[in-house]
């Protein structure tokens, strides 16, 4: 391997600038050409191509997004478009991929690897939803925005004795919710992997008031069966003692300066991905495996949901008092 060639693809997620600076620079450091693919599969496509330097990458470590910037692309997905893809990786000279990106993107990367281009894919995305490791590269600083916005919410909802519908974002996953949940004391979680009739929000909400809270806040991942809308005017109709509020928190959460812990792990992924390319293994994943980075076969993370914590689930309802 001389060339490698970088890429993020799909949704953003903060800490893909210092994932995308860690392999460049780890690439260098082993005497290889690092470069750069604009807009992800789309970029592939369009040979949007860049080599890049040291300097290139510097200043990006500190930067939420992704400076090659990132999308989601529907040709890539057909056998012409993949067999386009090779045919300008093989006419820029590039010989294998790091790929920054969710689930979608690393399916991707592993149709790829079956047609023999060298592939590690990198997990990124705040919704912490692919198997096979325990964190992806953004959910640190998307849950630490949460939890930002929670805490000022609370301001305001004991102010005014109101209960808070906050929606997160995390497609079907519900790990956004439960831990934010969990660490801003909120009265209620309902996520997707577990049924929530809507009788134990309303007891809940009901409790909260008789006991005597100035707030409840209602935690509602964005793939729950119940719409934090839709809870949040069968709540009012119940007249439970709370006036009650919607605050659908969206893209912020994907934005913002990566935390310390996601530049860390992103650091770490990138350089690992470097380190298996050069030892020959290809069609994986970096995965963090307690502290330990390992490769993890793609086809045994893609399209396989991870399992949320039940017991994540006990102690949001236990400690919500
Ligand atoms: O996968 C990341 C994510 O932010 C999900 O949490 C959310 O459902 C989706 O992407 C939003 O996608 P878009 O940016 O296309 O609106």
Redesign the pocket.
């Known amino acids: 391997i001389h060339t490698i060639g970088v890429m993020t693809s799909?949704?953003d997620s903060p800490g893909m600038n210092p994932g995308i600076r860690a392999v460049v620079r780890a690439g260098l450091a082993n005497g290889l050409r690092v470069i750069g693919i604009e807009d992800g599969y789309e970029g592939l496509l369009n040979a949007r191509f860049k080599e890049l330097g040291a300097r290139d990458v510097g200043g990006i470590l500190q930067r939420g997004g992704t400076f090659l910037r990132t999308a989601r692309s529907m040709e890539f997905k057909t056998p012409e478009g993949q067999r386009k893809a090779i045919r300008n990786l093989n006419n820029a000279g590039i010989d294998a991929l790091v790929i920054l990106g969710?689930d979608g993107s690393l399916t991707g990367g592993m149709a790829l690897a079956a047609q023999g281009v060298p592939v590690v894919g990198i997990p990124a995305?705040?919704?912490n939803d692919i198997f096979g490791t325990d964190m992806c590269i953004g959910v640190d600083t998307a849950l630490n925005t949460i939890v930002d916005a929670i805490n000022k919410l609370r301001d305001t909802a004991s102010s005014h004795n109101r209960a808070f519908l906050v929606e997160t974002?995390?497609?079907h996953c519900g790990y956004l919710a439960v831990q934010a949940g969990i660490i801003t004391g909120a009265e209620m979680v309902v996520v997707p992997e577990f049924e929530t009739p809507f009788e134990e929000v309303a007891t809940a909400v009901d409790e909260a008031y008789k006991r005597g809270k100035l707030h409840c806040i209602i935690v509602v991942a964005?793939g729950a069966k119940l719409n934090a809308t839709e809870l949040a005017q069968k709540l009012e109709e119940m007249k439970l003692g709370f006036d009650t509020r919607v605050t659908v928190l969206g893209?912020v959460q994907?934005g913002g300066k990566p935390t310390a812990f996601d530049r860390f792990l992103a650091t770490r992924f990138g350089v690992k991905a470097v380190e298996f390319l050069l030892s020959g293994q290809t069609g994986v994943m970096t995965g963090l495996d307690g502290r330990e980075i390992v490769p993890v076969p793609l086809s045994q993370v893609v399209s396989r949901p991870r399992t949320l914590s039940e017991e994540y689930m006990k102690m949001a309802r236990m400690l919500a008092r």
Request: aromatic share 0%; proline share 0%; charged share 35%.
């Open positions: 799909g949704g969710g995305s705040i919704d974002m995390g497609r964005e893209h994907r």
